[in-house]
């Protein structure tokens, strides 16, 4: 029995409502902040860098702030929201577990470990903050976490969801305990870093930051499709899998690679941001279905809305200060969390 709310052939409409949504709300939070900027002036100046019809004149100070500082903020947060979202559709199919998400498993405190362990080596190695150091050390503590909760979850090719989340409560209570030591070894300057890892924030978004994360980003969000087939195959069981062709142990590792690649690259920017790779892929399955053919795209462009939408509240909720993203994403995703959990309490029953 089919339980998603649209059939087959509306599901383009509702790709199409979801891209509309995506470019209403990124225009919105263009023009939303401490300095108010008339859409009219957001649509100007877009027209006038694409050297197209211009037939608005947008004041140097509003060019100034949308152009350095709004719009690529803006095409940022879109960035880290569709690679969390597709991420965590990833597990939650990798582990069969719609509870999997790359905070709560632990993923991203990896990440973080490993981006807090540069910070700290800043004052021993100069410039080793700088370049790839940040990303690259990123990339490995989401990467040697995603793999070991795994192997740690998964008997017989059977995944346990109570040892996947025991195992990612222990990650995040060991990294939590590194992070710890490290604020309190840390000098002022390191403090502030940290601080920014432990709440999320997209306040270092810049041109620079958007080039150097983008690529990364980008090499999840366009091979992750490659592997829906094989994920659709895996849900059904390793031995079904094979037998239809896909080699479980290769799918498997690729999409780890994948999730530690993209998550990596998003906390090494914008520290730890949790519930948008629960919260998005889990709506996006109840109107759509589980099929990861078209999950992993709607999941991109969903994930990119929330992120974009809670990064423009953060910054207008407390207006002149910036409230960081993480606790907005927090506030929102915690109650769908706790809901999700009640459901499935209720199916045990």
């Known amino acids: 029995m089919n339980h998603d709310l649209l059939s087959r052939r509306h599901r383009p409409t509702f790709f199409v409502v979801l891209t509309t949504c995506l470019v209403l709300a990124m225009a919105w939070a263009a023009s939303t902040g401490a300095v108010g900027i008339p859409f009219k002036d957001v649509l100007g100046l877009f027209l006038a860098k694409f050297n197209l019809f211009n037939p608005v004149d947008v004041s140097g100070q509003h060019e100034s702030v949308l152009w350095n500082l709004r719009i690529p903020r803006v095409l940022f947060a879109a960035l880290i929201g569709a690679v969390l979202a597709v991420s965590g559709g990833i597990l939650q199919g990798l582990f069969r577990n719609p509870l999997a998400d790359p905070a709560l498993i632990g993923v991203s405190s990896g990440a973080a470990v490993g981006a807090v362990a540069v910070i700290m080596m800043g004052h021993l190695i100069p410039g080793i903050g700088s370049g790839w150091a940040l990303p690259l050390a990123a990339f490995m503590g989401a990467f040697l976490t995603t793999w070991s909760v795994h192997r740690l979850a998964t008997v017989d090719g059977s995944t346990s969801s109570a040892t996947l989340l025991l195992g990612g409560i222990a990650i995040n209570a060991l990294a939590g305990a590194v992070v710890g030591y490290c604020s309190f070894a840390a000098s002022d300057a390191q403090l502030r870093s940290l601080t920014f890892w432990l709440l ?10 958007l080039a150097a994360c983008a690529p990364f980003c980008i090499l ?27 080699q479980p142990d290769r799918v498997k590792k690729g999409l780890v690679f994948l999730v530690a690649i993209g998550v990596g690259a998003c906390v090494a920017h914008t520290g730890m941001i949790g519930f948008i790779g629960l919260v998005t892929p889990h709506l996006v399955r109840l109107v759509i279905g589980p099929d990861h053919r078209w999950l992993f795209s709607a999941s991109a462009l969903f994930g990119a809305i929330l992120m974009v939408v809670s990064d423009a509240v953060a910054r207008i909720i407390v207006i002149p200060a910036e409230l960081p993203v993480g606790i907005v994403t927090a506030a929102g995703g915690a109650p769908f969390f706790l809901w999700l959990l009640w459901q499935q309490r209720r199916r045990m029953l």
Do not use: D, I, K, V
């Not at 999320?200 to 930051?209: R, V």
């Not at 999840?220 to 896909?246: D, I």
């Open 200 to 209: 999320g924030s997209l306040g270092t978004a810049s041109w620079g930051t």
């Open 220 to 246: 999840t969000l366009t091979l992750a499709p490659r592997f829906a087939r094989a994920l659709n195959a895996l849900s059904l069981g390793e031995a079904e899998a094979r037998h239809l062709g896909f």
